[in-house]
């Protein structure tokens, strides 16, 4: 079955320091993985996805086959980026898209 | 383009009543997904189209909940009768070929 697994509810780290927020997948077909953020009472945006290889707001995430995760990561997080992020799943042929539960974070001054 | 249009962006309402939510996604978009959002079950899916046709409504809670995409700028999600558990605020999204999906804002349910 396909799943999205986000194993922290909630992450806490102080501004400037490093933040890595973690997904795993479940998927025997080919993956395209992306990441969500929702601001507080927004609406979600697409953050980034592994098929662009970019970096968002500093954040990038490397698609992993062999460990099937999809990490998000950011050198210094800063105050902005508290808010609820989400892993996702689309499935072959893009139709169908699964979420993780969501990862809260919130970076203290 | 305005993004995807969700109404009402917040409806109370009594148990037992109906309830309709209205999207309307990206023009061009073929693909429309319906989505709950709870504390405590987070982001589900309940149900997607793909050019207006219904793929998998795996998702739907129970048979009160229903959806219908009659043509590719519109779509409901109807609860009948509704119930307090139903309270969430449920999202509409829709997906180009290729991207990701981009969110309406989303109507908070609350049936009391």
């Known amino acids: 079955a396909q799943r999205v697994t986000q194993p922290e509810k909630l992450l806490s780290v102080f501004k400037g320091a490093p933040v890595e927020l973690k997904c795993n997948y479940s998927?025997?077909?080919?993956?395209?993985l992306f990441w969500y953020v929702q601001y507080s009472r927004q609406r979600l945006q697409l953050l980034l996805r592994?098929?662009s290889r970019e970096s968002i707001k500093g954040f990038t995430a490397d698609l992993n086959k062999g460990e099937t995760s999809f990490h998000l990561k950011k050198p210094f997080a800063q105050e902005e980026d508290s808010a609820m992020y989400y892993c996702?799943?689309?499935?072959?042929?893009?139709?169908?898209?699964?979420f993780g539960a969501g990862t809260r974070l919130f970076v203290k001054a | 383009d305005a993004g995807v249009i969700q109404s009402p962006r917040h409806e109370v309402t009594e148990m037992g009543q109906e309830v309709t939510l209205r999207c309307k996604p990206i023009?061009?978009?073929?693909?429309l997904f319906w989505y709950r959002q709870t504390m405590m079950r987070g982001l589900e899916l309940l149900i997607y189209f793909n050019n207006n046709v219904p793929i998998d409504d795996s998702g739907m809670p129970e048979d009160r909940f229903s959806a219908k995409m009659p043509n590719a700028s519109f779509s409901t999600l109807k609860i009948q009768p509704s119930e307090p558990r139903d309270s969430a605020v449920y999202f509409c999204?829709?997906?180009?070929?290729?991207?990701?999906?981009?969110f309406g804002q989303g109507t908070r349910l609350t049936v009391v």
């Open positions: 999204a829709s997906r180009g070929a290729g991207g990701g999906a981009f």
């Open positions: 998927y025997s077909g080919s993956p395209e």
């Open positions: 996702a799943l689309s499935l072959t042929g893009g139709f169908k898209t699964i």
């Open positions: 592994h098929i």
């Open positions: 023009s061009g978009h073929n693909s």
